[in-house]
């Protein structure tokens, strides 16, 4: 069957590991694009090594995460500590549009694989290179994880409670905003080479990237000489706004009301008409100012509901609520069912495994995932004969000179 997605006839070689690069090259892999993502024989992807486990089993194809980045792609294993790898490489660059790669600054350069070097064996090449914090400046040594830069950035201190330490978002919150631009950047890099016939570097820091949602605070400090704070769950606008205890264990539902007459319906639904003749809440600056006494007023009614019927309840009224759904019942979630938010595809060792579909559904381009992640090593006989054309004697060498894992 032709593969009629856009990114069809590109080609991209892909060092990046863990998430924040393996989920960029995978939004282009799901609109067609043939990604070869070379991994170590010898230091297994930390991604490989993180919760959830296929069956609660760990091992080094059953990660979730790894599985969710890494579908539609290639992957081929090779020690590119070793000499006689480097031939490989250049051939794979050669046979790329474009190269991407998530190590600290120093490592691509150690190898000898930085962009001169590989722009001399391809001239048009497109070399993308992410990091935590861009690759020049006084920082940019400092190799970690996304949750590093969302502290260096300014999010910690946003999130949380004022009467508490900064919690910070949770997770490794570059990571997942990265990949967005990461994807952007590529395909107008390509863009500029289809009209001009130019290839060119992209130094791409992940805390950058992820500053552009600071936006409203640093206007704010800007204009007004605010230092924006800790809110919990507040909002400067909306009033009541947070999320709220249900009947059971750890189960909670979100309620917002952005109007007075969104703050009146709450209150007739939680047959609670005393609390909108309360003067003390006649606005929402008022409700702001006496959000404790309120809040603890509308958890005494959500915490005698479950979850889902607090939600139905207050949907029904037009009150903004939704359940605080655990991963187990988003994959229920009728919504994303309909959306076709999961998809199953077939492991080579695992058998179905689900990841989540391509995010924005084209109509004339639709994207699709096409398999699962691959294995260690699991396409080198494919990438080394097929895309490179090895004969069986070139393959035989790499393999004995301990190229292959």
């Known amino acids: 069957m032709a593969d009629t997605r856009p990114l069809s006839d590109v080609k991209i070689l892909d060092f990046m590991w863990v998430m924040a690069g393996p989920a ?48 539609g792609k290639f992957g081929i294993s090779i020690d590119l500590a070793n000499p006689a790898s480097r031939d490989v490489v250049f051939d794979l660059v050669r046979w790329a549009d474009v190269v991407t790669e998530s190590f600290s600054p120093k490592a691509m350069r150690a190898w000898g694989y930085d962009y001169e070097a590989f722009r001399k064996v391809k001239p048009d090449i497109i070399m993308l ?86 936006g409203p605070a640093i206007l704010d400090y800007t204009v007004n000489g605010r230092v924006a704070g800790r809110h919990g769950n507040a909002d400067f606008d909306f009033a009541p706004h947070g999320v709220y205890p249900a009947a059971g264990e750890d189960r909670w539902v979100a309620i917002a009301c952005r109007t007075d007459d969104d703050w009146r319906r709450l209150c007739s639904a939680m047959r609670r008409d005393d609390l909108s003749r309360d003067a003390r809440y006649s606005s929402a600056a008022q409700r702001r100012e006496h959000s404790a006494a309120l809040d603890s007023a509308i958890a005494a009614w959500s915490k005698t509901h479950d979850p889902i019927e607090a939600e139905t309840i207050l949907q029904a009224r037009g009150v903004p609520a939704y359940q605080v759904q655990n991963s187990a019942e988003a994959y229920r979630d009728p919504q994303l069912i309909h959306r ?46 097929e895309i490179l054309k090895y004969d069986d004697a070139r393959i035989t060498e790499l393999a004995s000179a301990g190229v292959l894992g």
């Open 24 to 71: 960029s090259t995978r939004i282009l892999a799901d609109y067609g694009a043939t990604v070869v993502r070379i991994e170590s024989p010898t230091r297994i992807d930390t991604a490989r090594t993180l919760q959830p486990f296929h069956g609660n089993t760990l091992g080094p194809d059953s990660s979730g995460l790894f599985a969710n980045c890494n579908a």
């Open 129 to 214: 290179s992410s990091c935590l914090m861009g690759q020049t400046g006084p920082l940019s040594k400092i190799a970690g994880f996304g949750n590093m830069a969302a502290a260096i950035s300014g999010f910690h201190n946003l999130t949380g409670w004022a009467d508490r330490p900064p919690a910070g978002p949770f997770g490794a919150y570059t990571d997942y905003v990265a990949p967005r631009f990461t994807a952007m950047a590529l395909i107008a890099a390509l863009d500029h080479r289809r009209r001009t016939g130019e290839g060119q570097y992209i130094d791409q820091s992940q805390a950058e990237c992820a500053i552009h949602f600071l």
């Open 340 to 385: 076709r938010h999961f998809v199953d595809v077939e492991h080579p060792t695992l058998g179905k495994f689900t990841v989540e579909a391509p995010r924005a559904k084209l109509s004339r381009t639709p994207a699709e995932v096409r398999s699962a992640a691959p294995t260690l090593g699991q396409h080198n006989q494919y990438v080394l004969e």
